[in-house]
Nanobody, 122 residues
Framework: QVQLVESGGGLVQAGGSLRLSCAAS????????MGWFRQAPGKERDVIAA????????YYADSVKGRFTISRDNAKNTGYLQMNSLKPEDTAVYYC???????????????WGQGTQVTVSS
């Protein structure tokens, strides 16, 4: 059974940094692309960063480009999202997910973690 577990969320001041982790179990982590999504209250869940199975290609939403970095360590079955220069508008629940489809196409993602809250205070 596939499980994705996020960690690393919390409360941070604007301008600060957080590093989210996504630990995967069940299935072959290195065979799948991975993405990070976020959902703020009253808004849809959007893909903000994604990475191919090899790590050779990445995608970033314009809202996080230049501030967030996605990476993965297939030997550890873990993905990461380094978030720098955080803004209050980054406040949301953050989810990791995996796909065997197109890595930047949100509807292709089929397994999700439970989410971790990130709150950025002004």
């Amino acid at each position: 059974q596939v499980q994705l577990v996020e960690s690393g969320g919390g409360l941070v001041q604007a301008g600060g940094s957080l590093r989210l982790s996504c630990a995967a179990s069940g299935g072959t982590f290195s065979s799948y692309a991975m993405g990070w999504f976020r959902q703020a209250p009253g808004k849809e869940r959007d893909v903000i960063a994604a990475i191919t199975w090899s790590g050779g290609n990445t995608y970033y939403a314009d809202s996080v480009k230049g501030r967030f970095t996605i990476s993965r360590d297939n030997a550890k079955n873990t993905g990461y999202l380094q978030m720098n220069s955080l803004k209050p508008e980054d406040t949301a629940v953050y989810y990791c997910a995996r796909t065997s489809g197109t890595y930047y196409y949100a509807p292709h993602y089929d397994y999700w973690g439970q989410g971790t809250q990130v709150t950025v205070s002004s």
